[in-house]
Structure formats: structure tokens, C-alpha cells
């Protein structure tokens, strides 16, 4: 079975194209600039072949209408037909408290992730665009499924996801703690106790997602119990543009000095903050080599953004009652070893003990554990593969759609899969 995953944003389209058989990546990509001047896709084959295209792309139909030539064409295509894709499974940011696991797509599936954009406006919009162009450019006859940011933290407790606020607003308006990157948080956390050998519901396990956009969760029993994103996914610690948790009083202080809008505002902490508010770059690349220069603002971003995690990770130690193992992943994660062992060292009391040969050795693609033999806390590099998840889920739908013996497989989902 081959399954086209999907991430679709505003203006673009990422696509990977994975033999379930072998769960191998085939052919993967991006649609880029989509609705603007400059428009392109650009195509790679696993094997090596790439090829871009600069051309107009003036909506997400036209999108999908170029993936699906590509990945028949004959110098960089992977396969000879569309009929050899099984499935489409897309990656939806927000699911709120409607979804609690992957579903197959339906009108009335479609409109509740509509229903859920204000929640997430830079993305349900999008995604919910791009479903309906799928559909158009495969046929209604395509299984369409849908895989949540959200669903892997629905395990958290109220005392963890509630706010203290009047209970009215949750009531009216849903706001609570979601929690984000939680298809990355479910293949890292699976994952890694297949590499420690345990079964994940006997491991207290922090898995850490250190990209652009950062967050960490606490998993206890196999099950979420904290997550450091909020609402949105501006709550947390600092990131690359975005502020992290703060003060609220910052907030309604800043808009009334500066007489900011609500929009104006959100732009300041979603765009202009974090990393780039402290040293004035967001690119890690950048801060890394100006640290090393001796840039006093680049070498306090990393020791706030290393404090700052090291105190999510003690927390969530707390909330547990004791953690067996930290898990690094994403982009940062995985390959900037400065960060892992910065946020390590304030974890000495747990008894962490990272290698720091292994700590310099473990990037690009190689993970596996890095603590030492005599450390009480085991710590792991983890390579995340979200759009894995969203195969494996969509082939599991896929699979259970065809032996339902319901004549109304609207309702066929992961449930007991």
C-alpha cells in the first residue's frame, strides 16, 4: 500500500509519498509561494532525482494537480499510476476537544475542522482547503484521512489542561491547554522505548521537541499528562520568534503603551520575539557562530532557551513522581548538541549524566542514547518521522474501512485498530 501524506499551510504544500510495505519514504516535496508571484514545486526522489518547477500555482487545486504529475513523470516519477495510491492522510494542526484520534474524512469531519479555526486560523483554514482539493483532484473516491497535532495530548487530566479562569470561557469558548506537535511526541515516545527494550506504559518518559517551534511533554503510562503548549502554540518556552509563557500583564501593558491591536501584538509574540527578541536572529545557525564569536546577546538567548527547557524537564519530573528517560527530537533537538547538553547540566540533581563524545557525535541522522552507563536518567536522540505516523494511522483506517461491515463507513475510524 502507498499512502501521500500531506501538510498543507496557506501558501504551501508538502507532500511525502511512503511505501506502507516498507514504510520507505519514495518521493517527497513541497508546493511553495502558492497564490503569489515566484510560485514553484520542488520534487526529490529517494533515490536522488529532483526536479523544480517554477510555475503558477493559484491555489491548492493547482497544487495537488502538480504533485500527482510529478510523481508519475517520467524522469523523476516513482510511480506509474494514481491508482497505485491507496490513500491521502493529512496532517490537521487543531482537532480541539472534538477529535481524539485519526478519522476518515467526511462533510461533516470537514466542517468541524472548520468549526475549530478559530482555535488554529493560520492552519485548520488551510488544511480543511486542501482536503477538498484533494478531493477534487483524486475523486471522491479516495480515502481521505486526518490525522491531529492535538490527539496525542486528549490524555491530559484537567488539572492539566484547565486554566484558572472563569469557567465560563472554557464553556463558551473552549479555551484550555491542547498542546501541539503531538504526532511527533507519539512517534518519539513509541519509538524510543523500542530502543530501551520496555514497554512505553511502564516508562516516565519527557520527550522534548526543540525546533523553530519548541515544545516538551510528560508521558506517563503511555498517556499524556502535561504538554508545554497552551491555547495556541505560542505558550511554552522561548523559541525561535515566538515569546514562550510570560506574564499576561506584559501583554495588556505593551497594548496600551504602544497602542497595539490584538493583531498587532499577536505579530510581536508569534513573529518578533524569542530567540530573535533576545539576540536578534532566529536561525540557529546564525547564534550559534556569533555565540562563538563572543556576541554577549547571542550567548544569553541560548542560556535562556537551555534554562528554560531544563525547568520544563524538572517540572514534568515532578508531575510524575521521577522521570526514566529524556528524549530529544526535531531540528535542534536531533542536531545541536550545544543545546542538549546546556539544558543536561541543570539536571545533575536527577542524576542525568550525558557522554559528551556521544552528546557531539549524535546528529545528522544518528540517534540512539547518549547518557552515560552510571546515569539514573537515560537520555536518547530520537529522528522524528511525523508523516509516519500519519501513513501508519491512515493504513490502519484504510485497512478497517475494508472489512466494516457497516454499510455506512462514514464512521469508520482508529477505535479499536
Known amino acids: 500500500m502507498k499512502v501521500l501524506v500531506i501538510n498543507a499551510g496557506s501558501s504551501s504544500l508538502k507532500y511525502q509519498l511512503i511505501d506502507m510495505d516498507t514504510e520507505k519514504m519514495m518521493a517527497k516535496g513541497i508546493c511553495d509561494r502558492i497564490g503569489s508571484e515566484g510560485a514553484s514545486i520542488q520534487h526529490k526522489t529517494a533515490d536522488g532525482r529532483a526536479k523544480k518547477v517554477v510555475t503558477e500555482i493559484k491555489n491548492h487545486v493547482d497544487a495537488f494537480q502538480l504533485v500527482t504529475s510529478a510523481l508519475v513523470d517520467q524522469k523523476v516519477g516513482v510511480i506509474s499510476g494514481l491508482s497505485e495510491i491507496a490513500a491521502v492522510g493529512h496532517r490537521i494542526v487543531q482537532g480541539g476537544a472534538v477529535f481524539d484520534k485519526s478519522v476518515l474524512v467526511n462533510d461533516e469531519v470537514i466542517r468541524q475542522i472548520r468549526s475549530l479555526i478559530p482555535l488554529a486560523p493560520l492552519h485548520n483554514g488551510p488544511e480543511a482547503d486542501a482536503i477538498v482539493a484533494s478531493q477534487q483532484v483524486f475523486g471522491k473516491d479516495m480515502p481521505q484521512c486526518v490525522v491531529f497535532d492535538t490527539s496525542f495530548h486528549s490524555t491530559m487530566p484537567p488539572k492539566a489542561y484547565l486554566y484558572a479562569i472563569p469557567q465560563e470561557y472554557?464553556?463558551?469558548?473552549?479555551?484550555?491547554?491542547?498542546?501541539?506537535?503531538?504526532?511527533?511526541?507519539?512517534?518519539?515516545?513509541?519509538?524510543?522505548?523500542?530502543?530501551?527494550?520496555?514497554?512505553?506504559?511502564?516508562?516516565?518518559?519527557?520527550?522534548?521537541?526543540?525546533?523553530?517551534?519548541?515544545?516538551?511533554?510528560?508521558?506517563?503510562?503511555?498517556?499524556?499528562?502535561?504538554?508545554?503548549?497552551?491555547?495556541?502554540?505560542?505558550?511554552?518556552?522561548?523559541?525561535?520568534?515566538?515569546?514562550?509563557?510570560?506574564?499576561?500583564?506584559?501583554?495588556?501593558?505593551?497594548?496600551?503603551?504602544?497602542?497595539?491591536?490584538?493583531?498587532?501584538?499577536?505579530?510581536?509574540?508569534?513573529?518578533?520575539?524569542?530567540?530573535?527578541?533576545?539576540?536578534?536572529?532566529?536561525?540557529?545557525?546564525?547564534?550559534?557562530?556569533?555565540?562563538?564569536?563572543?556576541?554577549?546577546?547571542?550567548?544569553?538567548?541560548?542560556?535562556?532557551?537551555?534554562?528554560?527547557?531544563?525547568?520544563?524537564?524538572?517540572?514534568?519530573?515532578?508531575?510524575?513522581?521521577?522521570?526514566?528517560?529524556?528524549?530529544?527530537?526535531?531540528?535542534?533537538?536531533?542536531?545541536?548538541?550545544?543545546?542538549?547538553?546546556?539544558?543536561?547540566?541543570?539536571?545533575?540533581?536527577?542524576?542525568?549524566?550525558?557522554?559528551?563524545?556521544?552528546?557531539?557525535?549524535?546528529?545528522?541522522?544518528?540517534?540512539?542514547?547518549?547518557?552515560?552507563?552510571?546515569?539514573?536518567?537515560?537520555?536518547?536522540?530520537?529522528?522524528?518521522?511525523?508523516?509516519?505516523?500519519?501513513?501508519?494511522?491512515?493504513?490502519?483506517?484504510?485497512?478497517?474501512?475494508?472489512?466494516?461491515?457497516?454499510?455506512?463507513?462514514?464512521?469508520?475510524?482508529?477505535?479499536?485498530?
Open 170 to 417: 472554557y464553556e463558551k469558548y473552549k479555551i484550555r491547554r491542547y498542546g501541539f506537535h503531538g504526532t511527533s511526541h507519539r512517534f518519539v515516545s513509541h519509538h524510543c522505548a523500542h530502543l530501551m527494550h520496555q514497554p512505553l506504559e511502564d516508562i516516565k518518559m519527557i520527550t522534548c521537541h526543540i525546533g523553530n517551534g519548541s515544545s516538551i511533554a510528560a508521558i506517563q503510562n503511555g498517556k499524556v499528562v502535561d504538554t508545554s503548549m497552551g491555547l495556541t502554540p505560542l505558550d511554552g518556552f522561548m523559541m525561535g520568534t515566538r515569546s514562550g509563557a510570560l506574564d499576561p500583564s506584559v501583554v495588556t501593558f505593551l497594548m496600551e503603551k504602544e497602542n497595539l491591536t490584538p493583531q498587532q501584538m499577536n505579530e510581536i509574540l508569534n513573529k518578533k520575539s524569542g530567540v530573535l527578541g533576545i539576540c536578534g536572529m532566529s536561525d540557529d545557525r546564525d547564534v550559534t557562530k556569533a555565540e562563538i564569536e563572543g556576541n554577549p546577546k547571542a550567548i544569553l538567548a541560548h542560556e535562556m532557551q537551555n534554562y528554560q527547557i531544563a525547568k520544563f524537564i524538572g517540572a514534568y519530573a515532578a508531575a510524575m513522581n521521577g522521570v526514566d528517560c529524556i528524549a530529544f527530537t526535531a531540528g535542534l533537538g536531533e542536531n545541536q548538541p550545544s543545546i542538549r547538553y546546556g539544558a543536561c547540566r541543570y539536571l545533575k540533581y536527577l542524576g542525568v549524566k550525558i557522554d559528551p563524545i556521544l552528546n557531539d557525535e549524535y546528529v545528522h541522522g544518528k540517534e540512539g542514547k547518549i547518557s552515560t552507563f552510571d546515569s539514573s536518567v537515560a537520555v536518547y536522540i530520537i529522528n522524528t518521522n511525523e508523516e509516519l505516523v500519519i501513513a501508519r494511522d491512515t493504513k490502519a483506517i484504510v485497512d478497517k474501512l475494508k472489512y466494516a461491515s457497516t454499510p455506512d463507513r462514514t464512521h469508520v475510524d482508529l477505535e479499536d485498530v
